[in-house]
């Protein structure tokens, strides 16, 4: 670990996606158009207060989980992994840089969503708007993770891209948004209690609902900050130096 | 200074099922351009990994620069060029440049004159992508001569280029050698021979001749590299017989 090595690959990472304004325009838009639209199809009632805190948590985690399986499988396959393993660059920082130069991203990615959720969905929000900006951020963090972990078991575009699906529809499923956490059948609760995205979802929940949500976002919180670390740890596992 | 920067003995290395070095021996010395040459599949890639400690090994040894290929300690000394250039295409050649010497831990002005050493200074503020292949192939040889090897090995870096191209980097190459480094250079292109101070001929895994062209035109009545290569094989067939 070298903190040079890890803020110059995050630079670098920045750097490229800086080149790339159609990618950082769908970044930034794509989670508010999907707000927007859900504000609109829920205008009138009071559905969009109870499910757009929770789906801005969402948007941003699947993004993030795409970009950054797409951008280091792209690592991988054009062989400058490979080269950067033969260099003293340690595994650490590679992951590091990677979870740095996205959270960078998310930051931006969040601040613009919560705003166009609030300022122009009129988004209702019982708690402080900075703990949802916050956990907002987390979630895109844990989707940057996640990616990170699932393109280390991706060989192709192909693969990369499904394991978009594969790591995120059934912790959608079960994150308590279609049916509430309590309600899942028996097998089920458990597996809803592990999956981290439970825990992103059931934190906007709360910021949005309770005027002094502190403590159990902080809970929740510290339950998504384990799994993008755990997850980090895990991908640098899968880098590897030497290969068949 | 030892003699041999690269020391293989026994070496075997499968790769997808199949066995591509079985029991290879074989050195480098130091201080000169070794041109490791054969046909595509013959291996040459596959012992150019293992030299840089990416590939793993069923068995053997391997020591370069007298550590164990791919020690910790070998990788500020190797330099690395793989066979596709291995650059950032979203990035100005010197973006990519600094990038690489900053994991090198080499001064940020060294990408200057690694990037003038390959002669992209003009270039120097384009994006890699936008290059042909040749100048692409060129900013991944910069990106390993800026660390400063002791060794460098570079996997077919003239492929492609223009004969002109080929000749300043060839050129190069003596300089670098000159200054007292050590090269590894595959190559399929069997003229290239001639700019080497010593050849490796490999055909199926296989160490056909370790010797300087003169030598190996001397030993087979051969005009040129080609057809000592030829010459080497056929002798190996009949031997076989």
Redesign the interface.
Known sequence: MNV??TL??AG?VL??LR??HRTIALMLVVPCVLIGLLAWIFQDTPVFDGLGAPLLGVFPFVVMFIVTSVATLRERT???L????????GKGDFMLGYALAFGVMAVLQALVATAFAVWVCGLDVAGPLWQLVVVAVLDALLGSALGLLASGFARTEFQAVQFMPAFVLPQFLLCGLIVARDRLPDLLRPVSDVLPLSYAVDAMKVVTTSAAPGGDVLGDAVVILGWVVASLVLGSLTLR???? | MMNNVVEVEGLTV???GRTVLPDLSVVVPAGQVVGLLGPSGSGKSTLIRTV?????VAGGTVRVLGEPA?S?DL??R?G?V?Q?P??????SVR?NVR??A????APRSSADDAIAAVDLTDHADA?VGRLSGGQRSRVSLA?ALV?DPELLVLDEPTVGLDPVLRRDLWGLFKRLAAQGRSLLVSSHVMDEAARCDRLLLLREGRVLADATLPDLLQRTGADDAEGAFLALIDRAEEAAR
């Not at chain 2, 291995?86 to 990035?91: E, I, N, P, R, W």
């Not at chain 2, 900053?102 to 831990?105: Q, R, V």
């Open positions: 040079h090595r110059l690959t670098r750097a490229q080149a790339d054009s062989g400058t490979e080269r950067l393993l033969t260099t003293p660059m130096r030497r290969t068949p | 499968e790769r997808g840089v400690g990416v590939q793993v791919g910790p990788r500020h190797v690395y793989t596709d291995s650059v950032y295409d979203d990035l973006a990038y690489f900053a994991m090198l831990d994006l990106a660390g």
